[in-house]
């Protein structure tokens, strides 16, 4: 298994290769979505509660499917997780992920996760965020999740992983509701909160891309593209909802 050191270094190599420094939070989804050399299809799907995520190399192509009835938190880190297979691992053709953190996973699941909390998180960041308090009590905890945007449980195993937090300490914050501490401290639910239910079923990024070139380049009629469209959950594009107004959400 690679060590916690490799992985942070192949998460900063990430970063690198995405435009982005080895500090600052991310947008993982815009950045997966918009990188347009690595033909990679995201698609978010309700799937069993047992699975976080899954991810398919058919040739160049790539497909990473993101279950969407977990919390935002949790598909960021899903999402980062799954890279890792595509990236790394030279053999994937598929690979279903399991929704927990626990129990009997592969090394190729750990080191999934912990390329996944580095590259959401790399260690040095964590650090350097650290410097600005003492201790790390839950309003710190909850300020440096919402910070780097990672799920509440990926930010308490990381603090344990790096020996910031001990599991005693760990253990005086289980039971707690999460999402209403941070409405406490004046953020919102999101990060802990699934979309809501007619944004759970959506394609980005390739598949939207290569539909539209094929329409433009006049391969495909338009119905075939409307078809392709609705097929992968963008009826918002067929039929221009969600238009947003000039200026207002700019
Ligand atoms: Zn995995």
Redesign the pocket.
Known sequence: MKSHQELNSLALRTRRQLGEDGYSPIDIFALVNGWTDKKITVVRYPLSERI??M?TRVGEDVVICINSRSSNGRQRFTMA??L??ILYEDKMDR????MSFSGNKSD??KE??QFASYLLMPYDALLQYAERFKTWDLKNIIEAEQFFQISHMAMMLRLQTDGLLTEKDASKYQGITVSREASKLGYSKDLYMPLPENRQYFTTGEYIRKVEKLSEEERISDGKKDELLLDSFRADIVYNLDEEEPDLND
């Not at 690979?95 to 399991?98: A, E, K, L, Q």
């Open positions: 976080s995520g991810c997780h799954e890792y297979h690979v279903i992920c399991g190729s699941e999934a996760d």
